[in-house]
Each structure stands twice: as structure tokens, then as C-alpha cells.
């Protein structure tokens, strides 16, 4: 079984002790929402369809007692998963070995998650997973470091790091299982010690993908993080609106979604004239109040002269997602006369998908005429609409 045909399972490391939280209950049975901490990384990764289960890895002297708490949480807040538990060792490594050895034998796929940062989306973890094959066996987040960093010895600057070269990595973590097996194995014996499970795989000599990690992404370590938690519990919803229409006439090849439509008519525009991408866009922007596209694009910019709208959409989705909005549902509609959009439905609904980092339920492409009404029903030209739904963090 290759491993992109076998199951990918997650494993939430819960086992910590969480010294410096204080109190008498490490930090991840704080409460958020009322459940423990760890719980929400679990419905997290409910919502990814590629996943087969989850297994938990918790205290040893709890492993009974979280066990029934995990028993409880299913019956009154289900997952739709599978899942098992194990006991953690004394090092996050051997944590993760007991949870690697808990997994059941066609699972193929891994991602390797601490419990401590409950506010990653399942977009970034169906990214991640995306990003594995044979020759790319781990994926890892990472976002941009924005403090100037020095080393430091006795109390004095030793040396300042160029901080274009650093990035802070993340969890969920994604690996090939075998491969992070091998590198957890090597670890056993030479002695190595490592604060995340990619290092162990770079000690291998095998590459580490980097996937855009999210800012929202933070991890509980201090008491002041609580203020985290009191923030998420208050999460605000958000729904954006996007319009576009453009002429047809001599200009550009149709394309609707990504998707070129052979035999469509062309269409009249500054950059590539997909309307689909350009209300899709529009409405992202409209989740997080950052104006609308001609404003962030202008069609007078010679930067933008036949430029791919996929462009526009990933630049908006970086900040989209530097905002700590997380998208979870788009709906767009197409209204023309012609071309016919329904053989290229699923192809477009897909690609913007990909764009989205979301699950193909979670995207609604649908399209309709005005019965010859207007000038779309003319033919003379097309639009589209597009409602994005969307949590901001406040």
C-alpha cells in the first residue's frame, strides 16, 4: 500500500505537564468552550475529511481517567472518528513514539499535534497533508519571524541572526509514518533530542516541506496565554459578499474559476477577466473590511496587465489569514446566457477548492441565466457573485 492510498490518522500529544501554568491540572484540561483544551484540537481535525481517526496521548497516572473524559465528550459533542488513547513517556520524542506505536497498521499518513495550541484551522491541516509525497515526507508550518533575534551568552549579545532566513514553526506536523518512524528510531540510537518531530526527520537526511502556517496559530505556555482562551470563547462570525461582471468582446480567453472554457466566448479585461475569482476575492476582502478589488488591484496598474486571478486570490488569503479570519464555506453562483457552465462545474468547484485550502463540501459553484433578461441574457456579457462565511478571532 503506497502511502497516499493508505489512511492518514492524527495524534494529539496531551501528555504534558504544564508546569508553567501553575495550578494543580496541566494546561491542556484548561477549559475553552466548555470542554478541555485538548478537545477543540479534536474537532479541529474532525472537520478534515482525509482523516481516519485520532489518538490521544495523555498523562500516564490519567490515561484512565481522560480516557472516560474522552468517553463523555464523544457521547454529548461526537467527532465522527474513531479514536484511541495511549500514555505518554517522559520527553515529547517518547510521547510521540508511544502514539506512533497506538496507530493501527494501514495507517500511512501521520500528523503530529501538541494539544497547547488549540487555534490551528483544518485548512492548514489539509494543507499539510497536501503537501506530502515519496520524495517530500514531512510538511511542517511556518510563519515569518518578525523580532530582530540575538544569541545570547552570560547575559551579553553574542550575534544578531538575519531574521529573513528564520521562520516559527508550528503543530499539526505531517509525515509520511514510516519515514518519521525511521527518524524517531535514529533518535533512540544516537542519543538525539528534539523539540519538534521535523528536526528528527532533518536528522535524517530527508527534506521538510515549509506550508504557511497561521498567525492565529499560538500555543498556551504562560499564565497570560489564558487571556487566549477567554478571546477564542467569544469567536465572531463573518460573511462577505463578492460581484464581478465584464463584457464580452476582443481581449482575453474565458476562464471561469482557474479553468479555461475552450470555445467561450472572449472576454474584455485588464487582467485575466475571470469574474468567478474576481467576486471570490472580493468577498474575501469583505470578510476582514479591506476594501474591495479595484482598490487593492487597480485595473490601471501595468503590474496587473493579464495577470492570473489566482494571484489576486492568494494575496488577499495571506491576509485573510494574517487577520485570524478562518474561511469555512464559499458559495458562488455564474450568471450567463453562454457560455454553458455546468460540464465545467465540478472542475472549477474544485480548483477553488485547492485555492481555499477547503474541503470540496465546502465549496458551492452553481450557475444560471436571466432568461434572456439584461445583458447577460444579451449575451453581451457574464458576472458572478460569491458569499464567503468565515470565523474571525477576535
Given at each position: 500500500?503506497?502511502?497516499?492510498?493508505?489512511?492518514?490518522?492524527?495524534?494529539?500529544?496531551?501528555?504534558?505537564?504544564?508546569?508553567?501554568?501553575?495550578?494543580?491540572?496541566?494546561?491542556?484540561?484548561?477549559?475553552?468552550?466548555?470542554a478541555p483544551l485538548?478537545?477543540?484540537?479534536?474537532?479541529?481535525?474532525?472537520?478534515?475529511?482525509?482523516?481516519?481517526?485520532?489518538?490521544?496521548?495523555?498523562?500516564?497516572?490519567?490515561?484512565?481517567?481522560?480516557?472516560?473524559?474522552v468517553e463523555e465528550?464523544?457521547?454529548?459533542?461526537?467527532?465522527?472518528?474513531?479514536?484511541?488513547?495511549?500514555?505518554?513517556?517522559?520527553?515529547?520524542?517518547?510521547?510521540?513514539?508511544?502514539?506512533?506505536?497506538?496507530?493501527?497498521?494501514?495507517?500511512?499518513?501521520?500528523?503530529?499535534?501538541?494539544?497547547?495550541?488549540?487555534?490551528?484551522?483544518?485548512?492548514?491541516?489539509?494543507?499539510?497533508?497536501?503537501?506530502?509525497?515519496?520524495?517530500?515526507?514531512?510538511?511542517?508550518?511556518?510563519?515569518?519571524?518578525?523580532?530582530?533575534?540575538?544569541?545570547?551568552?552570560?547575559?551579553?549579545?553574542?550575534?544578531?541572526?538575519?531574521?529573513?532566513?528564520?521562520?516559527?514553526?508550528?503543530?499539526?506536523?505531517?509525515?509520511?509514518?514510516?519515514?518519521?518512524?525511521?527518524?524517531?528510531?535514529?533518535?533512540?540510537?544516537?542519543?538525539?533530542?528534539?523539540?519538534?518531530?521535523?528536526?528528527?526527520?532533518?536528522?535524517?537526511?530527508?527534506?521538510?516541506?515549509?506550508?504557511?502556517?497561521?498567525?492565529?496559530?499560538?500555543?498556551?505556555?504562560?499564565?497570560?496565554?489564558?487571556?487566549?482562551?477567554?478571546?477564542?470563547?467569544?469567536?465572531?462570525?463573518?460573511?462577505?459578499?463578492?460581484?464581478?461582471?465584464?463584457?464580452?468582446?476582443?481581449?482575453?480567453?474565458?476562464?471561469?474559476?482557474?479553468?479555461?472554457?475552450?470555445?467561450?466566448?472572449?472576454?474584455?479585461?485588464?487582467?485575466?477577466?475571470?469574474?468567478?475569482?474576481?467576486?471570490?476575492?472580493?468577498?474575501?476582502?469583505?470578510?476582514?473590511?479591506?476594501?474591495?478589488?479595484?482598490?487593492?488591484?487597480?485595473?490601471?496598474?501595468?503590474?496587473?496587465?493579464?495577470?492570473?486571478?489566482?494571484?489576486?486570490?492568494?494575496?488577499?488569503?495571506?491576509?485573510?489569514?494574517?487577520?485570524?479570519?478562518?474561511?469555512?464555506?464559499?458559495?458562488?453562483?455564474?450568471?450567463?446566457?453562454?457560455?454553458?457552465?455546468?460540464?465545467?462545474?465540478?472542475?472549477?468547484?474544485?480548483?477553488?477548492?485547492?485555492?481555499?485550502?477547503?474541503p470540496p463540501e465546502?465549496?458551492?459553484?452553481?450557475?444560471?441565466?436571466?432568461?434572456?433578461?439584461?445583458?447577460?441574457?444579451?449575451?453581451?456579457?457574464?458576472?458572478?457573485?460569491?458569499?464567503?462565511?468565515?470565523?474571525?478571532?477576535?
Amino acid at each position: 500500500m503506497t502511502a497516499r492510498a493508505s489512511t492518514t490518522w492524527a495524534v494529539i500529544l496531551a501528555a504534558g505537564s504544564g508546569t508553567r501554568m501553575g495550578g494543580g491540572r496541566p494546561k491542556q484540561f484548561l477549559t475553552l468552550d466548555g470542554a478541555p483544551l485538548f478537545w477543540r484540537s479534536a474537532e479541529t481535525f474532525s472537520h478534515i475529511p482525509d482523516l481516519a481517526g485520532i489518538v490521544f496521548v495523555f498523562p500516564p497516572a490519567m490515561l484512565d481517567e481522560s480516557a472516560r473524559m474522552v468517553e463523555e465528550l464523544t457521547a454529548s459533542r461526537p467527532l465522527g472518528l474513531p479514536w484511541l488513547t495511549t500514555a505518554g513517556g517522559e520527553r515529547r520524542q517518547d510521547s510521540v513514539a508511544n502514539g506512533l506505536a497506538a496507530l493501527p497498521k494501514e495507517c500511512g499518513r501521520v500528523l503530529i499535534h501538541d494539544s497547547a495550541r488549540p487555534f490551528f484551522s483544518a485548512g492548514l491541516a489539509t494543507r499539510l497533508i497536501d503537501a506530502l509525497d515519496e520524495e517530500t515526507p514531512a510538511a511542517i508550518p511556518a510563519v515569518a519571524v518578525t523580532d530582530t533575534i540575538k544569541e545570547c551568552e552570560s547575559g551579553c549579545v553574542t550575534r544578531t541572526l538575519d531574521r529573513s532566513r528564520l521562520v516559527s514553526v508550528q503543530t499539526p506536523q505531517a509525515f509520511l509514518r514510516d519515514v518519521l518512524e525511521a527518524a524517531h528510531a535514529l533518535a533512540v540510537e544516537k542519543s538525539l533530542q528534539a523539540t519538534d518531530d521535523a528536526s528528527l526527520v532533518e536528522a535524517l537526511g530527508r527534506p521538510v516541506a515549509i506550508v504557511d502556517g497561521e498567525q492565529a496559530n499560538v500555543k498556551i505556555t504562560n499564565p497570560e496565554d489564558v487571556r487566549l482562551l477567554q478571546k477564542e470563547a467569544a469567536m465572531i462570525p463573518v460573511t462577505g459578499f463578492g460581484y464581478d461582471v465584464h463584457k464580452y468582446g476582443s481581449g482575453r480567453p474565458m476562464v471561469l474559476g482557474g479553468v479555461p472554457i475552450q470555445g467561450g466566448p472572449e472576454v474584455v479585461a485588464h487582467s485575466d477577466g475571470d469574474v468567478v475569482l474576481h467576486a471570490l476575492t472580493d468577498a474575501l476582502l469583505g470578510c476582514m473590511g479591506g476594501g474591495d478589488i479595484g482598490q487593492r488591484f487597480p485595473d490601471n496598474d501595468p503590474r496587473f496587465e493579464g495577470m492570473e486571478s489566482s494571484f489576486f486570490l492568494r494575496e488577499v488569503l495571506e491576509d485573510v489569514r494574517r487577520t485570524g479570519i478562518e474561511i469555512v464555506h464559499a458559495d458562488l453562483t455564474i450568471i450567463a446566457q453562454i457560455p454553458k457552465v455546468g460540464p465545467h462545474r465540478e472542475r472549477i468547484a474544485k480548483n477553488i477548492a485547492a485555492l481555499l485550502a477547503l474541503p470540496p463540501e465546502r465549496v458551492a459553484v452553481k450557475a444560471t441565466t436571466e432568461e434572456g433578461l439584461g445583458f447577460t441574457g444579451q449575451k453581451l456579457g457574464i458576472k458572478s457573485v460569491a458569499v464567503v462565511s468565515a470565523i474571525r478571532r477576535s
